[in-house]
């Protein structure tokens, strides 16, 4: 990642964009030790941790995952809730963690309907009840960004 970031850099920053090195980590017990081991990283090298959950249900030691990163001086952030079907039942669910102080991040794709409208309506919710805290791109390979916005033009404007 560091690599790409700098060959990106220099360009970026004539435009006005910085650019900062970080990464989405599969929720696991051993996140600390991943990010302490280098195998991971915290975004810009900060407390900030960005990991996802399994799509289908919950993790019986998401307490724990949240307790070892908090125990650590790290601040999770829970990538894309609106997408999980368990959050999709029950948005209420993540007060419990926004209390303990975790944050969220949406994708721009869940609010323009890139996964359907399930998860738009969920997005929706959360958005109006100020469940989330960052909004990303989840951007996984080269030109999601534009194909995203070239189908969804209409809702963009």
């Known amino acids: 990642i560091k690599e790409k970031i700098d060959t990106f850099y220099e360009d970026a920053k004539n435009i006005g964009i910085n650019l900062y090195q970080g990464n989405e980590i599969y929720a696991t017990r051993d996140i600390v030790d991943l990010i302490k081991d280098s195998k991971a990283m915290s975004l810009n090298n900060s407390r900030y941790v960005l990991f996802e959950l399994p799509m289908q249900d919950m993790p019986m030691n998401l307490d724990e995952i949240i307790y070892l990163l908090l125990e650590n001086k790290y601040i999770p952030i829970i990538a894309h809730p609106e997408r999980y079907r368990y959050v999709q039942e029950n948005p209420n669910i993540l007060m419990e963690y926004i209390e303990k102080g975790v944050l969220f991040q949406s994708n ?50």
Do not use: A, Q
């Open 108 to 157: 721009l794709g869940s609010i323009i309907g890139v996964y359907g409208n399930t998860i738009k309506e969920t997005v929706k919710k959360l958005l109006t009840h100020n469940m989330i805290h960052f909004l990303g791109t989840d951007n996984h390979r080269p030109n999601t960004i534009y194909r995203c916005s070239r189908r969804n033009k209409e809702e963009l404007i």
